[in-house]
């Protein structure tokens, strides 16, 4: 259990030194600013770290690079451009990669308002779509008025490099439009809002936001921060979103490339399932990714850290007692949710051991990506799996400490949202604070 915390106010800029273990109540008015805001994502960590991270360590030198292995919606890579450095991320989900190309992509703002007139227009002339997602059930998902303007919406972004060209310009405001119609589709879907997990409620029902009137509030909102994010930015940034697991041929991908500054935020244990999180987005563009259907999800989740959904087959030769991590107390962690929990102890343990694993792989992989006296600043919460608490901060350091890392400082902040509107009592427990973890490579 959690002792009680004292708390440090700090309104909007973190200060450059931290005193150990200090608890920090980050207090701001907006962590949406710019193009943060583009679109929902669970679990999203707070600007205010990575700016501080780049801060303290870059010390205003522009020729430098920036790397969030993790990149989810690509907070770290907003920063690092809009801070004038160019930045990399990585990330094993498709659409997560995307929604970062897109928030750290500078546009023309010229062919960016014809296209989007464009696309108003035709929306308004109510032509028929032609696109279908592949779901059987989209109908329980979706009413048919919502079907049809979905899809003709997606049909119409589809026309849009035979209208106007398929130049590298042409594409990047596509994208945009296709993340611009991605983020209203929780709102016009039947699915519960406030869930984590995609489904229909039966005791709370929803009123669907009509489909075109969200759609065109939205595009507006996009084109003006695109607009003005592309106008406080260098256009000698450069941003490289890599789609890949960060676990595993991470240094290969990243040969040759100098990196001054690593900061991420990683999954954390049986916490957040991202493509269900996802689902009804990727019934409608999906396509773009291999991952329409549910059963293509599906087979993506097997590889992405921290994720719960395995099969029996893969853990039953497990046991905690002749798989040994060689950390002693996580060991004996390990042993108490398998002995104590009679229902899921076998596999909520071998799900954790397995985390644990992966993220050994990937501090061995950054050992290989960063030289000597590079920062690595990472933000990540503590878990409760099957009712025994997870020290998921201190064990990462043991792991990060015997893969070429010292820690430097470990404090932490107040959560105050996420992004998530719920808790995660059985997904890894509640989370209130969020540990920041500084490792310098040796």
């Not at 990196?259 to 409608?284: G, R």
């Not at 293509?296 to 007692?321: A, H, L, M, R, W």
């Not at 998530?420 to 490579?441: H, Q, S, T």
């Amino acid at each position: 259990m959690m002792e009680t915390l004292e708390y440090q106010f700090v309104k909007e800029i973190i200060p450059t030194e931290i005193e150990e273990k200090s608890i920090l109540n980050i207090v701001t008015r907006d962590v949406n600013t710019h193009t943060h805001g583009f679109h929902k994502y669970p679990a999203k960590f707070i600007p205010h770290i990575p700016k501080w991270a780049i801060g303290k360590y870059l010390n205003g030198n522009k020729d430098k690079n920036i790397l969030d292995p993790f990149c989810g919606s690509g907070t770290t890579l907003v920063e690092g451009v809009l801070a004038g450095y160019n930045v990399i991320g990585v990330d094993i989900d498709p659409l997560s990669v995307m929604i970062s190309k897109v928030k750290t992509t500078r546009v023309d703002e010229a062919e960016l308002k014809k296209i989007s007139v464009w696309l108003v227009n035709e929306i308004k002339a109510k032509k028929k779509g032609t696109f279908k997602p592949d779901c059987e059930t989209i109908e329980h998902w979706f009413t048919k008025d919502a079907i049809k303007k979905l899809s003709a919406i997606r049909t119409l972004i589809n026309q849009i490099p035979e209208k106007f060209g398929d130049s590298k310009k042409v594409k990047d405001i596509q994208d945009l439009l296709l993340i611009c119609f991605s983020s209203i589709i929780r709102r016009v879907s039947n699915a519960d809002n406030e869930s984590q997990k995609t489904y229909v409620s039966h005791t709370k029902v929803k009123e669907p936001v009509e489909v075109n009137e969200l759609f065109f509030t939205q595009l507006d909102f996009f084109v003006d921060r695109a607009i003005n994010f592309s106008s406080v930015t260098n256009s000698r940034t450069k941003n490289k979103i890599i789609h890949s697991s960060s676990a595993t041929l991470l240094s290969k991908k990243l040969k040759e490339v100098q990196i001054d500054l690593a900061v991420t935020s990683p999954p954390y244990i049986k916490a957040i399932d991202y493509i269900y999180n996802q689902m009804v987005e990727l019934f409608w563009i999906g396509d773009l990714f291999q991952m329409q259907t549910q059963a293509q999800q599906n087979e993506k989740k097997i590889q992405y850290i921290g994720n719960k959904q395995i099969s029996k087959v893969e853990f039953i030769d497990y046991t905690p007692y002749n798989t040994i991590l060689h950390i002693d107390k996580l060991d004996e962690k390990l042993q108490q949710v398998y002995d104590t929990d009679r229902k899921n102890g076998h596999k909520h343990s071998y799900v954790t051991f397995k985390y644990f694993v992966e993220m050994e792989k990937h501090f061995a992989e950054m050992s290989k990506c960063l030289r000597s006296g590079t920062h690595y600043v990472m933000v990540v919460g503590d878990s409760n799996v099957s009712d025994i608490f997870i020290d998921t901060a201190d064990f990462l350091i043991d792991i990060a400490q015997r893969n070429g890392f010292r820690i430097t400082n470990k404090w932490g902040y107040k959560i105050k949202n996420r992004f998530m509107r719920f808790d995660r009592k059985g997904r890894g427990g509640i989370i209130e604070i969020d540990w920041v973890l500084d490792f310098e490579k040796r």
